[in-house]
C-alpha cells in the first residue's frame, strides 16, 4: 500500500482504522522463551528525529514506515512501541498481525524545548490501549531534583501504571536521573543515578504485577539489574560508534536475571549500511539465542 493511499482512506474511510484494529490477529505477550524483542518507533513525536548526526533522519514517513515493515517481517521480532499515527499505519499495511503493539502514551517534552522535561501525557491513554486492543502502553519518566513540575510526571505515570494493571497490560515504565546544563536536559547514566531511578519507577502505581521496565546499558550493569525483580528491556538509544560493539554490549546483557529483551529503535531501523534486515536478524538472534 502507497503511503497516498493510507492518505486516501484517512481522507474517506477513516472508520478502516478502527476495523484495522479489531481484525489485528493477537499473539501472546511473550513466546515460550520468555524474551522480547521490539521496535521502537515514537521518536517523531517528541521532535527527536536524528540518527548519527543526522538531524532530519527519520523525517521521511514513507521511509520510516518502509524500515518498520521490513523488521516486522523478520522472525524474532516480537512488535513494535508507537504513538498512534504510526500503530495505525501500520495496522491499516497488516504489518501489526501474530506482532506485540506498545503504545507510547506521553511525548509531551520536545526535544530541545524548554519544557522537555514536562513529560506529560499527550498520545495513547490506558483506555484507548485497552479498546484498540493493545498489548500494553509505555511512559517516559525523566525525574529531574531541581525541576518542580518532575512531581507531575510521576504521578501521572503512577495513574498510568494503576490504569494499565487494572486492564491487565504491560505498562513500560522508562526511567532517568535528569539535570538541566546549559538549557538541556541530560539524562545521567552512571550506575548509582540508574540505580536510584529504578528504585523510583518500580514503585509508581498501585500494583507492579503488570510493570515492566526500560533501561539503558550502562557501566557495571549487573550491579545496575541487581536493583530489580521487574522485567527489563534495554533500550538501543542514538547509536554511536561501530555496531558491532553495541551488538556484544547487548549480548553481555542480555546474560542477566532481569534483563528480558531489547527495545530498539534507531540502531536497526537505520544502520549504517542501510540495511535493516540484517540489523534486526542480529538483534533477534542475540534475544532469542538463535541465528535468523
Known amino acids: 500500500m502507497e503511503l497516498a493511499e493510507l492518505t486516501r482512506i484517512r481522507v474517506t474511510d477513516p472508520g478502516r482504522i478502527d476495523s484495522a484494529w479489531a481484525g489485528r490477529r493477537r499473539r501472546p505477550l511473550v513466546g515460550d522463551d520468555g524474551r ?10 517528541r521532535g527527536a528525529l536524528g540518527v548519527r548526526g543526522d538531524a532530519s533522519a527519520m523525517g521521511s ?25 504510526i500503530l495505525d499505519d501500520l495496522a491499516l499495511l497488516g504489518a501489526l498481525d501474530d506482532k506485540v503493539a506498545i503504545g507510547s502514551m506521553n511525548r509531551g517534552g520536545l526535544q530541545g524545548a524548554v519544557f522537555e522535561l514536562d513529560d506529560r501525557f499527550t498520545a495513547w491513554t490506558a483506555d484507548e490501549i485497552a479498546a484498540r486492543g493493545l498489548d500494553g502502553g509505555k511512559m517516559l519518566t525523566r525525574i529531574c531534583l531541581g525541576d518542580p513540575g518532575t512531581v507531575a510526571t510521576l504521578e501521572a505515570s503512577a495513574h498510568a501504571v494503576t490504569d494499565l494493571a487494572r486492564q491487565g497490560l504491560m505498562a513500560m515504565v522508562e526511567p532517568f536521573l535528569s539535570v538541566v546544563e546549559d538549557g538541556r536536559v541530560r539524562n545521567l547514566l552512571d550506575p548509582d543515578s540508574v540505580i536510584a531511578s529504578i528504585g523510583i519507577a518500580s514503585g509508581l502505581g498501585a500494583s507492579s504485577a503488570h510493570t515492566w521496565l526500560k533501561l539503558p546499558v550502562v557501566d557495571d550493569l ?3 539489574m541487581d536493583a530489580t525483580t521487574l522485567p527489563t528491556l534495554l533500550l538501543g538509544g542514538d547509536p554511536q560508534g561501530d555496531p558491532h560493539d553495541t551488538y556484544a554490549a ?18 536497526l531501523l537505520y544502520p549504517p549500511d542501510g540495511d535493516v534486515g540484517a540489523a534486526v536478524d542480529i538483534a533477534s538472534g542475540l534475544v532469542h539465542g538463535r541465528t535468523t
Not at 522480547?36 to 513525536?45: E, G, I, K, Q
Not at 514513507?62 to 504513538?83: F, K, Q, S, Y
Not at 547487548?250 to 540502531?267: E, H, I, M, Q, Y
Open 36 to 45: 522480547m524483542l521490539l521496535v521502537a518507533a515514537d521518536h517523531p513525536a
Open 250 to 267: 547487548w549480548a553481555d546483557a542480555l546474560n542477566l536475571p532481569s534483563v528480558t529483551g531489547l527495545v530498539v529503535g534507531r540502531a
Open 61 to 85: 514517513r514513507r521511509e520510516l514506515l518502509e524500515r518498520l515493515v521490513t523488521a516486522l517481517a523478520r522472525p524474532g521480532v516480537d512488535g513494535v512501541l508507537g504513538t498512534p499515527d
Open 222 to 224: 549487573p550491579r545496575v
